[in-house]
């Protein structure tokens, strides 16, 4: 594929990152978007509907992982970095979702966890760390 049309394309992806950031979000059922705007270490956790909740992060993060993979395959083109992407997204997404169904389920009041676990269900963050460490891979194999 021609570089110019790659990279057209990765900007495009990252476009709708910031789409899915930005403008789709309010579409998305997240209590704890207002709940950490607020006063959140004084304030108890809002009533949250955990089936609703869950579908939508599930559904959020599932976006940001397949726009992500775009990216990781469009940057490398190496199945590879792709299969191993795609495992990391899983386990990633089970263990944290687990770690945030565990947190607001038992009410343990750990208001910083909860938030960073959330923000990186919610946000692109995975892609920022799998790009530089394939780059570092490349250099590597190259060596």
């Not at 795609?86 to 944290?96: E, G, N, P, Q, R």
């Not at 947190?103 to 799998?130: A, D, E, G, Q, T």
């Amino acid at each position: 594929m021609n570089k110019i049309i790659r990279f057209v394309f990765i900007v495009f992806l990252v476009a709708i990152l910031i789409a899915i950031r930005g403008f789709v979000a309010p579409f998305f059922y997240d209590p704890l978007h207002d709940y950490f705007l607020g006063d959140y270490l004084h304030i108890s956790i809002p009533t949250i509907n955990f089936g609703r909740f869950f579908l939508h992060l599930g559904f959020r993060y599932f976006l940001n992982t397949i726009v992500s993979l775009g990216v990781i395959y469009l940057v490398f083109s190496n199945l590879e970095y792709l299969v191993f992407s795609v495992k990391f997204y899983l386990l990633a997404f089970l263990i944290l979702g687990l770690f945030l169904f565990l947190i607001l389920y038992f009410n343990i009041n750990s208001n910083m966890l909860l938030f960073y676990i959330r923000r990186f269900l919610i946000h692109p963050l995975f892609v920022f760390i799998l790009l530089p460490a394939f780059y570092y891979q490349n250099l590597k194999q190259r060596n």
